[in-house]
């Protein structure tokens, strides 16, 4: 299987992220399984970590504690790039899994 349609998602941030994560480093070096496990985990903990701070700055903009309205955008912007590319990533290795349960042995 290859991971390579990984890159053709549609945003430019997440395709350069894709490129430059420690994730793709470790597919591309001969790394065991652990070390892919932890860094998908990191990744996921980064992707949760970017869906509390948006859910943060819409309820402080709700509150009214702030009106700039940049920060609530920018935050729901990494929140929804992040969580496409956990989805993506997702996907993949679903795909995979399924791919490697239909060999034949």
Same mark, same amino acid.
């Given at each position: 299987?290859?991971?390579?349609?990984?890159?053709?998602?549609?945003?430019?941030?997440?395709?350069?992220?894709?490129?430059?994560?420690?994730?793709?480093?470790?597919?591309?070096?001969?790394?065991?399984?652990?070390?892919?496990?932890?860094?998908?985990?990191?990744?996921?903990?980064?992707?949760?970590?970017?869906?509390?701070?948006?859910?943060?700055?819409?309820?402080?903009?709700?509150?009214?504690? %702030?009106?700039? %309205?940049?920060?609530?955008?920018?935050?729901?912007?990494?929140?929804?790039?992040?969580?496409?590319? %956990?989805?993506?990533?997702?996907?993949?290795?679903?795909?995979?899994?399924?791919?490697?349960?239909?060999?034949?042995?």
């Amino acid at each position: 299987m290859d991971i390579a349609s990984l890159y053709n998602v549609s945003s430019g941030v997440i395709r350069e992220a894709a490129e430059n994560s420690s994730i793709a480093k470790t597919l591309k070096s001969d790394g065991d399984f652990g070390d892919i496990f932890d860094k998908a985990m990191e990744s996921l903990n980064t992707t949760n970590a970017y869906l509390s701070d948006a859910e943060n700055e819409k309820i402080r903009w709700a509150l009214g504690e %702030t009106e700039n %309205t940049h920060e609530l955008t920018n935050a729901l912007q990494k929140a929804s790039a992040a969580l496409q590319y %956990t989805v993506a990533i997702r996907d993949k290795f679903i795909e995979a899994y399924k791919e490697i349960m239909q060999m034949q042995i």
